[in-house]
């Protein structure tokens, strides 16, 4: 691993999962020296705690947070607006591997969907043709099933009874992926032994990781120099406004400053907000690369909901993967539904403990008894689609509390749309009738838990004045100031957002090695 003096101007990446961890190998596969700037710990396969709680406080990132909005996160969990990971490989060490692509039409929301009250549509300035040579690379990268000759996981019993309901209902398009988990040894990863600890990290390193995969690639070249532990607190900028350092704390709070040529920011859309309003300057007054206003705004988080079914017979869902398959019927935009955009079915399996805690918070007495004692004959889905951008769900600095280091944490306001809502009561209802159609006794519709898709917060654009960095996530504002991560996401799609992380982070490494080579930067 290299080890770069912190004042020799390098390329400083903020953030190690999937964009940061990405663009790390890319970059040093490409010739590149890179400073890896990762706030948490660096915990390996063999260090995971397959317990559901011990595992939370393992990984989570668990520094203090706040929320406001009417959405019932901040109701039911409001010291924990995301379940995100705090440790090198950042959330992709802990995600479900769900790698479906977006489509052509979730690039062109304005356009199609046309104007929604109170939605802040806006065309990517990239489209699906532009992107998919990048889809192609990250699916090879990440062993997704069911691609390039990739074969699927095998069924466990939640698929089954899931596509059991949808042939009921006359879905057409459900498979067991596509999954960035192997199904048989694939890029030095071993088969999945169906364990189902995809959220407590993957002790047996079958499912894709940048802690798998690309940091260790990236740590053969040479060229990275790896900092777990450490905290950045300001992008410092030079008189002509150009990104020049990373002032970072580490573990024990010692302040540290490394020169920069380059920045690219993939702290996740929390956090990435958070550490461009803390950098501003009387240059940049309402935060580094915020002229347009749009820093912390337009944030999306996902609609999302559970239903768990309660059938005579075991189903034993825990057993396999945590989520072992989808329906993408419902993906599509038609507004016939009564709502914009669509959404996934994705099975997923909770152990007691966590099933216990989110299923329904505050529930208790023979209501919550009932869906705990029928655990072993319980399938569970997961409803996941497109929520709208609006300019009032923000992130912004609440500096009325302060982390561990004194620094104002960041507050995530969230309300709902309407057209979010109604997607939500059409993917309950058909949820809960997919198992009736197979025999359910009973079925629960349990609200959305903290959010693990965080998104939007510095959004791509076309024009300076709608967003915040251009269309290879490179800021409107700062030359050599770059995005790295779901912040960029214009729109939210359908689709988990991971693939489509790693397919802009390949795609930003080429441009800016580019760029590098014709001094464009």
Same mark, same amino acid.
Request: hydrophobic content about 35%.
């Given at each position: 691993?290299?080890?770069?003096?912190?004042?020799?101007?390098?390329?400083?990446?903020?953030?190690?999962?999937?964009?940061?961890?990405?663009?790390?190998?890319?970059?040093?596969?490409?010739?590149?020296?890179?400073?890896?700037?990762?706030?948490?710990?660096?915990?390996?396969?063999?260090?995971?705690?397959?317990?559901?709680?011990?595992?939370?406080?393992?990984?989570?990132?668990?520094?203090?947070?706040?929320?406001?909005?009417?959405?019932?996160?901040?109701?039911?969990?409001?010291?924990?607006?995301?379940?995100?990971?705090?440790?090198?490989?950042?959330?992709?060490?802990?995600?479900?591997?769900?790698?479906?692509?977006?489509?052509?039409?979730?690039?062109?929301?304005?356009?199609?969907?046309?104007?929604?009250?109170?939605?802040?549509?806006?065309?990517?300035?990239?489209?699906?043709?532009?992107?998919?040579?990048?889809?192609?690379?990250?699916?090879?990268?990440?062993?997704?099933?069911?691609?390039?000759?990739?074969?699927?996981?095998?069924?466990?019993?939640?698929?089954?009874?899931?596509?059991?309901?949808?042939?009921?209902?006359?879905?057409?398009?459900?498979?067991?992926?596509?999954? =960035? @988990?192997?199904?048989? *040894?694939?890029?030095?990863?071993?088969? !999945?032994? %169906?364990? /189902?600890? #995809?959220?407590?990290?993957?002790?047996?390193?079958?499912?894709?990781?940048?802690?798998?995969?690309?940091?260790?690639?990236?740590?053969?070249?040479?060229?990275?120099?790896?900092?777990?532990?450490?905290?950045?607190?300001?992008?410092?900028?030079?008189?002509?406004?150009?990104?020049?350092?990373?002032?970072?704390?580490?573990?024990?709070?010692?302040?540290?400053?490394?020169?920069?040529?380059?920045?690219?920011?993939?702290?996740?859309?929390?956090?990435?907000?958070?550490?461009?309003?803390?950098? =501003? @300057?009387?240059?940049? *007054?309402?935060?580094?690369?915020?002229? !347009?206003? %749009?820093? /912390?705004? #337009?944030?999306?988080?996902?609609?999302?909901?559970?239903?768990?079914?309660?059938?005579?017979?075991?189903?034993?869902?825990?057993?396999?993967?945590?989520?072992?398959?989808?329906?993408?019927?419902?993906?599509?935009?038609?507004?016939?539904?009564?709502?914009?955009?669509?959404?996934?079915?994705?099975?997923?399996?909770?152990?007691?403990?966590?099933?216990?805690?989110?299923?329904?918070?505050?529930?208790?007495?023979?209501?919550?008894?009932?869906?705990?004692?029928?655990?072993?004959?319980?399938?569970?889905?997961?409803?996941?689609?497109?929520?709208?951008?609006?300019? !009032?769900?923000?992130?912004?600095? #609440?500096?009325?509390?302060?982390?561990?280091?004194?620094?104002?944490?960041?507050?995530?306001?969230?309300?709902?749309?309407?057209?979010?809502?109604?997607?939500?009561?059409?993917?309950?209802?058909?949820?809960?009738?997919?198992?009736?159609?197979?025999?359910?006794?009973?079925?629960?519709?349990?609200?959305?838990?903290?959010?693990?898709?965080?998104?939007?917060?510095?959004?791509?654009?076309?024009?300076?004045?709608?967003?915040?960095?251009?269309?290879?996530?490179?800021?409107?504002?700062?030359?050599?100031?770059?995005?790295?991560?779901?912040?960029?996401?214009?729109? !939210?799609?359908?689709?988990?957002?991971?693939?489509?992380?790693?397919?802009?982070?390949?795609?930003?490494?080429?441009?800016?090695?580019?760029?590098?080579?014709?001094?464009?930067?």
């Amino acid at each position: 691993m290299a080890n770069i003096d912190q004042n020799e101007e390098a390329i400083v990446i903020i953030g190690s999962g999937a964009g940061g961890g990405t663009l790390a190998y890319e970059l040093t596969a490409k010739g590149l020296p890179v400073v890896v700037l990762e706030a948490g710990p660096y915990l390996r396969n063999e260090d995971y705690l397959n317990l559901e709680w011990e595992a939370f406080n393992q990984m989570a990132w668990l520094d203090p947070r706040t929320t406001s909005g009417s959405w019932r996160v901040a109701q039911d969990f409001p010291n924990l607006p995301a379940w995100i990971v705090k440790a090198v490989g950042g959330t992709t060490t802990h995600w479900s591997g769900a790698t479906p692509r977006f489509k052509a039409h979730e690039f062109k929301t304005r356009s199609v969907y046309g104007h929604l009250d109170g939605a802040n549509l806006l065309d990517w300035p990239i489209s699906l043709a532009d992107l998919e040579p990048y889809y192609d690379r990250a699916e090879k990268a990440m062993g997704s099933t069911h691609r390039h000759g990739r074969p699927p996981l095998p069924a466990n019993n939640n698929y089954k009874v899931l596509a059991g309901g949808a042939e009921q209902l006359g879905y057409k398009h459900y498979a067991t992926g596509p999954y =960035a @988990t192997n199904a048989e *040894p694939y890029d030095g990863r071993p088969a !999945s032994i %169906q364990d /189902g600890f #995809n959220f407590q990290g993957d002790k047996n390193k079958s499912k894709w990781s940048t802690m798998v995969r690309e940091i260790p690639r990236a740590q053969e070249t040479g060229l990275l120099d790896l900092r777990p532990e450490s905290q950045a607190i300001q992008i410092t900028h030079d008189s002509s406004g150009r990104a020049d350092a990373v002032v970072y704390l580490d573990s024990e709070g010692n302040m540290h400053r490394q020169a920069a040529k380059l920045v690219c920011l993939a702290g996740n859309s929390i956090e990435t907000p958070r550490l461009l309003l803390m950098s =501003a @300057t009387a240059q940049f *007054p309402n935060g580094l690369a915020n002229s !347009s206003g %749009q820093v /912390g705004r #337009n944030y999306m988080r996902h609609l999302t909901g559970s239903v768990y079914a309660q059938f005579d017979k075991p189903v034993s869902m825990y057993r396999g993967e945590t989520m072992a398959g989808l329906i993408a019927d419902e993906s599509v935009h038609d507004p016939s539904r009564g709502f914009a955009g669509g959404f996934y079915m994705e099975t997923i399996s909770l152990g007691p403990a966590f099933l216990a805690s989110f299923v329904e918070p505050g529930l208790w007495g023979k209501a919550f008894t009932d869906i705990i004692d029928a655990y072993k004959n319980t399938a569970g889905m997961w409803i996941v689609g497109e929520d709208m951008p609006q300019e !009032s769900n923000a992130v912004t600095l #609440n500096g009325s509390v302060q982390d561990a280091f004194g620094l104002p944490v960041p507050n995530v306001h969230f309300d709902d749309h309407t057209n979010d809502l109604a997607m939500r009561e059409y993917g309950y209802q058909h949820a809960q009738a997919l198992y009736s159609a197979v025999g359910a006794k009973s079925s629960h519709r349990t609200p959305p838990y903290p959010s693990t898709h965080n998104l939007g917060t510095a959004r791509m654009s076309e024009r300076p004045e709608d967003g915040v960095v251009d269309k290879w996530g490179r800021a409107h504002d700062v030359p050599n100031l770059f995005i790295s991560d779901g912040s960029v996401f214009t729109t !939210s799609a359908a689709a988990n957002p991971t693939l489509t992380i790693v397919a802009l982070a390949i795609r930003q490494a080429e441009y800016i090695a580019d760029q590098l080579k014709s001094a464009g930067i």
